[in-house]
């Protein structure tokens, strides 16, 4: 069994800039096949809407995947917070050519909101307000050939870059006060690592369930292996100080690669690892191998200058394999 982890940067976006459908298609049709994934998990996957109705619909995906081995295959996705079909931009997708029983979002459903005032807020703010999780925690539960529960987690936590703050800004990327741009990090790093232990509390709440449970995490994390965001994911009985605590760590798959090969994003010329598969002790016991198809991949700051409409995307698929 192959689980595959992609983020397909915006796919089905209509920015002005934008690589046409059809020509991303033509790229990453043949990147997806040689994934040959049993089980694919997907990252920011854009809604497009339905003439005539509110709802948006997975169009640019179902495009993408018709005709290809995954065309076929059970596919859930988040939806948007209106209830409307899909959110317009960043679903998360889970494709699966195993049956899949039972799908959830989790958003604040472990961990509520944490309530916060902005100090540099112009005009000042009167009263603390919730500091929101930009997306959702996509779970779902695939029985295998042998008939097994395989829980499936997609994910993509928020990136390290600072979140808007009132009255601080002069344009997208431009602040115009240190402190400002600083209590902006200081939010963003709260919703990533808020997020990190909601799907802590996911993985444990399975656990709690079933000690011996397969468990796959998937997803861009925007962190690499020992960073805060993984280390909390991870859970490891090196940070709880119990050892009665180990079968409930879960292991980052990529640990197999070789160091020099171990990387999914170039950012400013650093080789970075920030999509993982994250395992259960149990299910680690079939893995077999791990790959990273990275050969093509362009650096995510300076290519967008130097390539115009790039119909790839800047982060490189990861995959697991597993002997059942």
């Known amino acids: 069994m192959r689980l595959a982890t992609f983020n397909l940067e915006s796919l089905g976006t209509r920015k002005t800039g934008a690589s046409p459908l059809a020509k991303r298609i033509q790229i990453l049709e043949p990147q997806l096949e040689r994934l040959d994934a049993d089980i694919l998990c997907l990252q920011e996957v854009d809604g497009q809407h339905i003439p005539d109705s509110p709802e948006r619909e997975l169009t640019a995906l179902k495009e993408l995947l018709t005709g290809t081995r995954y065309e076929g295959y059970d596919l859930v996705s988040t939806i948007g917070r209106s209830g409307q079909g899909v959110a317009d931009v960043h679903n998360l997708v889970i ?14 459903d472990l961990v509520d909101a944490p309530r916060y005032r902005l100090s540099t807020a112009e005009p000042a703010e009167s009263e603390a307000g919730e500091i929101v999780w930009d997306r959702p925690i996509l779970h779902a539960t695939v029985t295998l050939e042998d008939g097994r529960a ?8 928020r990136a390290p870059r600072a979140a808007p703050i009132p009255g601080r800004k002069d344009a997208a990327s431009v602040w115009n006060s240190v402190d400002g741009w600083a209590e902006g990090f200081f939010v963003a790093a709260i919703k990533r690592l808020g997020q990190a232990l909601e799907l802590r509390r996911l993985a444990d709440r399975i656990f ?10 998937a997803g861009d994390f925007n962190a690499e292996d020992h ?7 991870v859970g490891s009985e090196d940070d709880t100080g119990n050892g009665a605590l180990a079968g409930f760590m879960l292991v980052p798959v990529d640990r197999m690669i070789a160091q020099d090969r171990r990387y999914t994003v ?3 010329g ?3 690892m920030l999509d993982h598969i994250l395992v259960s002790r149990t299910l680690l016991g ?8 990275n050969e093509v991949l362009f650096d995510e700051l300076i290519g967008p200058s130097r390539i115009t409409g790039a119909p790839g995307s800047f982060h490189a698929p990861l995959i697991a394999e597993f002997a059942f």
């Open 286 to 293: 079939a893995l077999r191998q791990v790959e990273v198809h």
């Open 208 to 217: 709690g369930e079933d000690p011996t449970a397969l468990i796959a995490i």
């Open 227 to 233: 960073e805060v965001p993984l280390r909390i994911a």
């Open 266 to 268: 170039t950012h400013h």
């Open 95 to 108: 494709a699966s050519r195993f049956p899949i029983q039972h799908f959830a979002e989790i958003r604040h």
């Open 150 to 157: 395989l829980h499936v987690i997609n994910l993509h936590l």
């Open 270 to 272: 650093r080789p970075l």
